[in-house]
């Protein structure tokens, strides 16, 4: 596809529950990132791929929150035991990995009740 | 954390008039870069300007950068409607790993 495709574009869940969301980078970058926007706040970082190496991991804000790319391309950020903090939007960037601009995804609205 | 704080939070002008945004950051910084977001949408790369640069232009679009106050400003001209969006600065941290650390964000409204 021609940009970073993000899925499910929303995602209501029960507290307690586990939730999984796709980012889909676009072919060939390098870099994948995850990051959390909470309503009115600018996206705050929380975990860093190149190719299938997780790099940088240090914004997940618990061990509830997971994050892979096992074959260097898709990528899942999964959640366990949702809590109601976990709303949130949960944006993809991808790169080609020489430090320049990233492409964002549209993003993952989850809202947990 | 955020590093960026961008100035002002929200920013309401005429079709035709230049908006201004400034951004402090608080670490040494390899790049600082600048995002526009639109209402439920994904952000949306503007401009990069790196740490030994002092300006850079990009269409309607002017960005300074002054590394020993830790600033940027970032100035739209001819404003235009579809201008309206919330604007972020981002930047990355010199001998950090290649993440970008966001401000806040600065909402402009352009009124027709």
């Known amino acids: 596809g021609a940009g970073v495709s993000q899925s499910p574009r929303y995602k209501v869940a029960k507290r307690g529950q586990d939730v999984a969301l796709r980012c889909d980078p676009i072919?060939?970058?390098?870099?994948l990132f995850w990051y959390q926007q909470a309503l009115g706040q600018g996206p705050e970082f929380l975990t860093y791929?190149?190719?299938?190496?997780?790099?940088?991991k240090s914004g997940l804000p618990s061990d509830r929150f997971f994050a892979e790319r096992p074959e260097g391309s898709v990528s899942t950020l999964k959640i366990q035991r949702t809590q109601q903090e976990d709303s949130a939007v949960y944006l993809c960037?991808?790169?080609?990995?020489?430090?320049?601009?990233?492409?964002f995804g549209s993003g993952t609205q989850l809202s947990v009740l | 954390s955020q590093q960026g704080e961008e100035d002002p939070q929200a920013l309401s002008i005429q079709e035709g008039e230049n908006a201004t945004m400034n951004c402090s950051y608080k670490?040494?910084?390899?790049?600082l870069q600048w995002y526009r977001q639109n209402s439920g949408r994904g952000l949306v790369h503007l401009i990069l300007?790196?740490?030994?640069?002092r300006e850079k232009h990009s269409g309607r679009l002017r960005v300074t950068l002054d590394t020993s106050k830790k600033s940027s400003s970032l100035l739209i001209t001819a404003s235009r409607a579809a201008d309206t969006a919330s604007y972020f600065c981002?930047?990355?941290?010199?001998?950090?790993?290649?993440?970008?650390?966001f401000g806040k964000g600065m909402k402009l409204t352009v009124n027709p």
């Open positions: 960037a991808s790169s080609p990995g020489q430090r320049g601009k990233l492409f």
């Open positions: 072919s060939g970058h390098v870099s």
């Open positions: 791929f190149q190719n299938e190496a997780q790099l940088d």
């Open positions: 670490t040494s910084i390899n790049n």
């Open positions: 300007i790196r740490s030994n640069e």
């Open positions: 981002a930047t990355e941290t010199q001998g950090g790993s290649e993440k970008l650390v």
